[in-house]
């Protein structure tokens, strides 16, 4: 086999998704690896070194009051906002099992229901977006209870 074939071979192989090549002939072989590099090793990241979420750049947000609660995503997809028109808007009350939105996931819409009742003080979730498990969807402000 001469040089050109064997340059041949190293050029197939770089655009290739495969990491080794093989070539037999007549009494001869010849086997060309490219070098495959090895995965990043994880490493702990501090709170400070962490880039800013990929899809929206914001200020961070002030850590809530203590008495504020939040109705979290109850799994991994992208939220649909319930329409303003149900009262899904800052400001608004809303009561315990209420549909605040929905997440689709795998092609299927799924209600996002308040657990607790109050009064919307922000929504944390533009419509559209991705979300994980967990993040805070909006953030609620208990009702008083009323006195007679």
């Not at 914001?58 to 906002?81: C, K, N, R, W, Y």
């Not at 303003?84 to 299927?108: C, H, N, T, Y």
Request: aromatic share 2%; net charge neutral; hydrophobic share 40%.
């Amino acid at each position: 086999m001469d040089i050109a074939k064997i340059e041949e071979l190293i050029n197939i192989l770089k655009d290739a998704r495969v990491s080794e090549l093989t070539l037999r002939g007549k009494g001869s072989s010849i086997t060309v690896k490219k070098a495959v590099a090895p995965p990043p090793t994880a490493r702990p990241v501090s709170a400070k070194e962490k880039p800013p979420h990929p899809m929206k750049h914001q200020e961070a947000a002030p850590d809530p009051a203590p008495e504020s609660l939040a109705i979290t995503a109850p799994m991994v997809g992208i939220f649909h906002a319930a329409p303003e028109d149900r009262g899904v808007r800052p400001g608004a009350s809303i009561k315990p099992g209420q549909i605040v939105g929905a997440i689709e996931s795998m092609k299927l819409m799924n209600d996002v229901v308040a657990e607790v009742g109050g009064r919307i003080t922000e929504v944390a979730v533009d419509d559209g977006l991705p979300v994980e498990y967990g993040q805070t969807l909006f953030r609620l402000e208990p009702l008083k209870a009323e006195s007679k």
